[in-house]
C-alpha cells in the first residue's frame, strides 16, 4: 500500500525567510508526487508535481520541490517565504496512471511579519 | 472554464435523511474523484471514476454510501441513511487523467444533527 507522511502538524516562519514543508513516502514502484495548498473554505490548488526527469522540480508562487529517492522525501521549499503563504500544504503520492492519489495529513504553514 | 462545480456549498439535514451532492467536473476531464475532508481523520479518498465508470470504491465507508456518474459532465455521492459522523467537508475533482493534476472543487459542508 502506498502511503506519506508529513511529520510536521505546523511550520512556523518568518517572512523572507527559507521555508521547508517536509514529506516522506512509500510506494512499490516509481512514485508519481504532487504537493497542494489549501487556503481556508477553499479546495485543495495543485502547487507542482514530479514524475521523472531533474530532481528538483519547480512550481507555482515561487515554490518548488526536491525529489531524494534513497530517502524518499519530497520536501517542499521556497527561498523566501510570504505572508500569503500562511495555508495547508498536503503532500500526495501515486503510482501512474489509473492509480489513486493519496494524501498525506497536510502541514500547516504560519508565516508572520 | 468554470472549474469543477459543487452543489450544495453547504448542506445541513437531520440524522437519517438522505443526502445529495452534486458535481460537475471540468469538461474534458476524464477523471472524477471524490473526497471527504475531517479534522480526525484528513483528507479520503471515498472513489474513483475514468470514463464515467468506478475504478476504484474502496474508499466509500460502508454501504450507506453510494456515488454514479451518469455521464462524463455529472456525479453524485448520495448518503441514504445520514449519521452524525458523516459530518465533513466532500470534495469533488477532476482531472484529464488520474496521474495528472487534480482541479478541486470548492467543497459542500455536511452537517448531521
Known amino acids: 500500500a502506498q502511503s506519506v507522511a508529513q511529520p510536521e502538524d505546523q511550520v512556523n516562519v518568518a517572512e523572507g525567510n527559507p521555508l521547508t514543508v517536509k514529506c516522506t513516502y512509500s510506494?512499490?514502484?516509481?512514485?508519481?508526487l504532487f504537493w497542494y495548498v489549501q487556503y481556508p473554505n477553499r479546495g485543495l490548488q495543485f502547487l507542482l508535481k514530479y514524475i521523472t526527469g531533474d530532481n528538483l522540480v519547480k512550481g507555482s508562487y515561487g515554490f518548488e520541490a526536491e525529489f531524494n529517492k534513497s530517502q524518499t522525501s519530497f520536501h517542499l521549499k521556497k527561498p523566501s517565504a510570504l505572508v500569503s503563504d500562511s495555508a495547508l500544504y498536503f503532500c500526495a503520492v501515486s503510482t501512474g496512471t489509473a492509480s489513486k492519489l493519496t494524501f498525506g495529513t497536510g502541514t500547516r504553514l504560519q508565516v508572520t511579519l | 472554464d468554470a472549474g469543477v462545480i459543487q452543489s450544495p456549498r453547504h448542506e445541513v439535514t437531520e440524522m437519517g435523511q438522505e443526502v445529495t451532492l452534486r458535481c460537475k467536473p471540468i469538461s474534458g476531464h476524464n477523471s472524477l474523484f471524490w473526497y471527504r475532508q475531517t479534522m480526525m481523520r484528513g483528507l479520503e479518498l471515498l472513489i474513483y471514476f475514468n470514463n464515467n465508470v468506478p475504478i476504484d470504491d474502496s474508499g466509500m465507508p460502508e454501504d450507506r454510501f453510494s456515488a454514479k456518474m451518469p455521464n462524463a459532465s455529472f456525479s453524485t455521492l448520495k448518503i441514504q441513511p445520514s449519521e452524525p459522523r458523516d459530518s465533513a467537508v466532500y470534495f469533488c475533482?477532476?482531472?484529464?487523467?488520474?496521474?495528472?493534476?487534480?482541479?478541486f472543487g470548492s467543497g459542500t459542508q455536511l452537517s448531521v444533527l
Open positions: 475533482a477532476s482531472s484529464i487523467n488520474s496521474n495528472e493534476k487534480l482541479f
Open positions: 510506494v512499490s514502484g516509481n512514485p508519481y
